[in-house]
């Protein structure tokens, strides 16, 4: 079985801050994850994946996130938080054949910019 | 490409009735995917399609949610009868590969 443990279901950083939003994976088989951001009131928008490529993989809006197999983790970071920012933010794992297997999500991190 | 079509928006039903809630899945897409999202248990997998056919039911909570693909362009997660406890955001997505693409979602309540 396959799942994913966000650290932190809150995150507040300032505006022009570092963020670090972070992600551990349990997985038996080499993992694919993924990155998604959710508006208010929208769907699930992808951000970035890792498909066993660079390990290091960059993504839409100016994040990016570091597969570390020995650690287990996949976190998200972006050099400098905008307000625009602020979304609620889904790491997700899955297997390596393709879009048949299914996203098994985590409870998702809620991101505040403030000024 | 319009994306992913999810209809209707948002539905307010009374217990005891049937919802169906409707999904346009991106042309070409050969994946599609029914979660339910809340507050206690997050974004949950219902059920997802392959070509039109059911590969994974597991996720499905009662033998009240029932979910159909006619044919590749639309599918329908039925509830009947609906419970106050099937109030969430329900979710379809479809997929060609690795391209998920998630639908704005509907909003069920149901009172």
């Known amino acids: 079985a396959q799942s994913v443990t966000q650290l932190g279901s809150h995150v507040s950083v300032s505006e022009g801050a570092l963020v670090l939003l972070r992600c551990n994976y349990s997985?038996?088989?080499?993992?694919?994850l993924f990155w998604y951001v959710q508006y208010p009131n929208q769907g699930l928008q992808l951000l970035l994946k890792?498909?066993?490529?660079?390990?290091l993989v960059k993504g839409i809006n100016g994040f990016e996130a570091e597969f570390k197999k020995s650690e287990t983790s996949f976190h998200l970071t972006k050099p400098s938080a905008h307000m625009s920012d602020a979304a609620e933010y889904f790491c997700?794992?899955?297997?390596?054949?393709?879009?048949?297997?299914?996203?098994?999500f985590g409870t998702g991190t809620q991101l505040k910019v403030e000024l | 490409d319009a994306g992913v079509i999810q209809s209707p928006r948002h539905e307010v039903t009374e217990m005891g009735q049937e919802v169906t809630l409707r999904c346009k899945p991106i042309?070409?897409?050969?994946?599609l995917f029914w979660y339910r999202q809340t507050m206690m248990r997050g974004l949950e997998l219902l059920i997802y399609?392959?070509?039109?056919?059911?590969?994974?039911d597991s996720g499905m909570p009662e033998d009240r949610f029932s979910a159909k693909m006619p044919n590749a362009s639309f599918s329908t997660l039925k509830i009947q009868p609906s419970e106050p406890r099937d109030s969430a955001v329900y979710f379809c997505?479809?997929?060609f590969g690795w391209g998920y693409t998630f639908g704005s979602g509907t909003r069920l309540t149901v009172v």
């Open positions: 399609f392959n070509n039109n056919v059911p590969i994974d």
């Open positions: 997700a794992v899955s297997g390596p054949t393709g879009g048949g297997n299914k996203l098994t």
């Open positions: 890792y498909t066993s490529a660079a390990t």
């Open positions: 997985s038996s088989v080499p993992p694919y």
């Open positions: 997505a479809s997929s």
């Open positions: 042309s070409g897409h050969d994946y």
